[in-house]
């Protein structure tokens, strides 16, 4: 069906054209010319009539017009060219000609641009719910993924419909989730196995343990008795010498002792005042009989590190120390380097990503999250960024997303840092992320052929989260209050009393 016809100056990547229907922004149209058939998508649209222009301030003259000739209007609109349907979706090397027709792009059409090697399958197009929307599972792994909405636009379930897709094909899934959604979660595809949040200390560097311990990097003779505190307990833990303490408790001890020796110097009492501290901060973080965390990885499950019981600080701990960990032994792992290595590629799903990885703040996880995102995709360490307010994102992080769904944005902010991030999003594109409904995403990298409009599957399985229902619990709560008053009064009147 023709939807209209090109106008004015027609470039290799943009038409405008005019039409009396009136398409939907996102529709795919087609224009032949030279024997090509180029795809495109409607970015625009505006509705005009030329009698009724901007400089027309008489309003008596305004409702006369609109009378007599109000359906005498126009559309204009914008279309992106996408390339060419029989080469590969390349951009064609020459212009169409002003006045080419434009048509709607059928369905036979579409399904070929959305026919992928690895399909995972997103959902429907927005216009066309006839046309499932597939993308291509390599490229989002490689070259990681944004999620991005503001809340309540249906970020989590698309996090989970993604998830469980890549279920089916056994990809190992890690999320560090900070908000106990997927602990018990069901997946059509897979099951959940939680990891619990615990790291043993001698898996970790003397730096992570320092930056725990808040040794500033000036405090050298603190560093000096630390260092010396900390390779002292790790030989004995190795040797199976301590067995019966904890790794700051134990470092504490053996600083006392040395203390004790080296008549109180002040600077051994301020290190075991700092251990002291970092005790009582992070005292449900180590365990000595915890393996790596990373061997409890198991492959084809969505693996869960539940970080909902733990503050900011435990949960930077924890991620900059398991990335950390996961690049080094990917690296040994793919140059055959004997020792620690990890066998497999992982896919990190990172909720609450404007936590860990700040766009205004310095941290350990931001530091590993950016090193992951650089380096991870020669290592087989997938990313996906996930949060509701994406300007808070750092920046570098999410630059390197080369895949990127996003739901509904309203926030002006948001959307520019969105932008500046991404190569792929056009201003045209931008400006519809307010109208879109909930569960519908604007999809595009290079896991999508073409810039999509789509409607996201509702996930199938079961997770925990969303919104409570507060004026249910309230309601509860009264007629738990009521029954408990019946029970009373039936136990006076069993016992013989009368009200």
């Given at each position: 069906m023709?939807?209209?016809?090109?106008?004015?100056e027609?470039?290799l990547?943009?038409?405008?054209?005019?039409?009396?229907?009136?398409?939907?922004?996102?529709?795919y149209?087609t224009?032949?010319y030279?024997?090509?058939?180029?795809?495109?998508?409607?970015?625009?649209?505006?509705?005009?009539n030329?009698?009724?222009?901007i400089?027309?301030?008489?309003?008596?003259?305004?409702?006369?017009?609109?009378?007599i000739?109000?359906?005498?209007?126009?559309?204009?609109?914008?279309?992106?060219?996408?390339?060419?349907?029989?080469?590969?979706?390349?951009?064609?090397?020459?212009?169409a000609?002003?006045?080419?027709?434009?048509?709607?792009?059928?369905?036979?059409?579409?399904d070929?641009?959305?026919?992928v090697?690895?399909?995972?399958?997103?959902?429907?197009?927005?216009?066309?719910?006839?046309?499932?929307?597939?993308?291509?599972?390599?490229?989002?792994?490689?070259?990681?993924l944004?999620?991005?909405?503001?809340?309540?636009?249906?970020?989590?379930?698309?996090?989970?419909?993604?998830?469980?897709?890549?279920?089916?094909?056994?990809?190992?899934?890690?999320?560090f989730?900070?908000?106990?959604?997927y602990?018990?979660?069901?997946?059509?595809?897979?099951?959940?196995?939680?990891?619990?949040?615990?790291?043993?200390?001698?898996?970790?560097?003397?730096?992570e343990?320092?930056?725990?311990?808040?040794?500033?990097?000036?405090?050298y003779?603190?560093e000096?008795?630390?260092?010396?505190?900390?390779?002292?307990?790790?030989?004995?833990?190795?040797?199976?010498?301590?067995?019966?303490?904890?790794f700051?408790d134990?470092?504490?001890?053996?600083?006392?002792?040395?203390?004790?020796?080296?008549?109180?110097?002040?600077?051994?009492?301020?290190?075991?005042?700092?251990?002291?501290?970092?005790?009582?901060?992070?005292?449900n973080?180590?365990?000595?009989?915890?393996?790596?965390?990373?061997?409890g990885?198991?492959?084809?499950?969505?693996n869960?590190?539940d970080?909902?019981?733990?503050?900011?600080?435990?949960?930077?701990?924890?991620?900059?120390?398991?990335?950390?960990?996961?690049?080094?032994?990917?690296?040994?792992?793919?140059?055959?380097n004997?020792?620690?290595?990890?066998?497999?590629?992982?896919f990190?799903?990172i909720?609450?990503?404007?936590?860990?990885?700040?766009?205004r703040?310095?941290?350990?996880?931001?530091?590993?999250?950016?090193?992951?995102?650089?380096?991870?995709?020669?290592?087989?360490?997938?990313?996906?960024?996930?949060?509701?307010?994406?300007?808070?994102?750092?920046h570098?992080?999410?630059?390197?997303?080369?895949?990127?769904?996003?739901?509904?944005?309203?926030?002006?902010?948001?959307?520019?840092?969105?932008?500046?991030?991404?190569?792929?999003?056009?201003?045209?594109?931008?400006?519809?992320?307010?109208?879109?409904?909930?569960?519908?995403?604007?999809?595009?990298?290079?896991?999508s052929?073409?810039?999509?409009?789509?409607?996201?599957d509702?996930?199938?399985?079961?997770?925990?989260?969303?919104?409570?229902?507060?004026?249910?619990?309230?309601?509860?709560?009264?007629e738990?209050?009521?029954?408990?008053?019946?029970?009373?009064?039936?136990?006076?009147?069993?016992?013989?009393?009368?009200?």
């Amino acid at each position: 069906m023709t939807v209209g016809y090109c106008v004015g100056e027609i470039s290799l990547s943009e038409l405008t054209f005019i039409s009396d229907k009136m398409p939907q922004v996102g529709e795919y149209v087609t224009v032949e010319y030279d024997g090509k058939k180029v795809l495109g998508m409607v970015e625009s649209l505006v509705r005009g009539n030329d009698a009724l222009n901007i400089d027309l301030h008489d309003v008596d003259a305004i409702q006369t017009i609109s009378r007599i000739g109000g359906n005498d209007y126009y559309i204009k609109g914008k279309v992106k060219l996408l390339g060419d349907v029989d080469d590969k979706l390349r951009l064609p090397r020459t212009p169409a000609l002003p006045g080419t027709p434009i048509k709607l792009a059928d369905k036979e059409i579409l399904d070929k641009v959305f026919k992928v090697k690895n399909p995972i399958k997103l959902g429907t197009l927005v216009n066309q719910e006839d046309v499932e929307v597939n993308v291509e599972a390599n490229p989002m792994l490689n070259r990681h993924l944004a999620i991005l909405a503001m809340t309540g636009a249906g970020k989590s379930n698309t996090v989970a419909v993604l998830m469980d897709q890549l279920l089916a094909y056994s990809v190992p899934i890690f999320v560090f989730d900070m908000h106990g959604e997927y602990r018990d979660a069901e997946f059509p595809n897979g099951n959940v196995n939680v990891i619990a949040p615990k790291i043993n200390p001698t898996y970790m560097s003397f730096a992570e343990i320092k930056r725990l311990v808040n040794i500033s990097g000036n405090a050298y003779i603190q560093e000096r008795y630390f260092r010396k505190a900390f390779h002292h307990v790790k030989r004995e833990i190795d040797s199976g010498t301590e067995r019966d303490h904890k790794f700051l408790d134990a470092m504490y001890d053996y600083l006392a002792v040395l203390a004790s020796e080296e008549g109180s110097d002040k600077q051994i009492i301020d290190v075991m005042n700092k251990i002291d501290d970092a005790k009582d901060k992070y005292s449900n973080l180590f365990d000595n009989n915890k393996g790596n965390i990373l061997t409890g990885i198991k492959i084809g499950h969505v693996n869960v590190l539940d970080l909902s019981q733990s503050d900011e600080y435990v949960a930077e701990v924890l991620v900059s120390h398991i990335m950390r960990n996961a690049l080094r032994r990917r690296k040994n792992a793919v140059h055959g380097n004997t020792g620690d290595t990890l066998d497999h590629p992982v896919f990190f799903v990172i909720e609450e990503a404007h936590i860990l990885a700040p766009n205004r703040r310095d941290s350990q996880s931001k530091h590993w999250i950016q090193r992951v995102a650089r380096e991870g995709r020669k290592f087989g360490l997938g990313l996906c960024l996930v949060s509701q307010s994406p300007k808070t994102v750092d920046h570098d992080a999410l630059s390197q997303m080369n895949n990127m769904i996003i739901l509904r944005l309203v926030e002006p902010e948001d959307q520019r840092h969105v932008q500046s991030a991404s190569e792929s999003l056009s201003r045209d594109l931008i400006e519809q992320l307010p109208s879109l409904n909930v569960g519908e995403a604007i999809v595009l990298g290079l896991m999508s052929k073409v810039p999509t409009l789509v409607k996201i599957d509702e996930f199938k399985g079961r997770r925990t989260g969303g919104d409570l229902d507060i004026i249910g619990e309230f309601k509860n709560y009264r007629e738990a209050e009521e029954a408990e008053i019946r029970r009373q009064e039936q136990e006076s009147l069993d016992l013989g009393y009368d009200y």
